[in-house]
């Protein structure tokens, strides 16, 4: 009985520890104004068939979880400039501040 239990225990560490996942977030807001962009498409597997992606909500906020092998996120907006972000250690990314003709970076 008690060998069944610690198979069971170590079935589940090992479970998690290969399935673990991260919470990330952040704001994504305009270059020139500074105001957040509702609707910004975070994009977290673009290597998948149906592209993976949340949207921004309201005040521009975005909150995903992602598993450790996902290393990079783009974030799009109608008439601004992609962007590419590296995940790193960081789990909030603050404020990512898109651009679009006429902003300096």
């Known amino acids: 009985m008690i060998k069944k ?13 290969l399935f673990s996942n991260k919470l990330i977030s952040g704001i994504v807001i305009d270059c020139k104004t500074n105001l957040p962009l509702p609707g910004a498409e975070v994009i977290f597997d673009k ?4 592209n993976e992606l949340i949207l921004s909500n309201f005040d521009g906020y975005f909150e995903l979880e992602i598993s ?9 907006y109608p008439k601004y400039k992609e962007l590419k972000i590296t995940i790193g250690d ?8 898109l651009l679009k003709r006429g902003c300096k970076k």
């Open 90 to 97: 960081n789990n909030n990314l603050g404020k990512i501040t």
């Open 68 to 76: 450790e092998n996902i290393k990079e996120i783009l974030i799009r």
């Open 47 to 50: 290597n998948s068939t149906n």
């Open 5 to 17: 239990i610690n198979i069971s225990i170590f079935i589940f560490l090992i479970s998690i520890s």
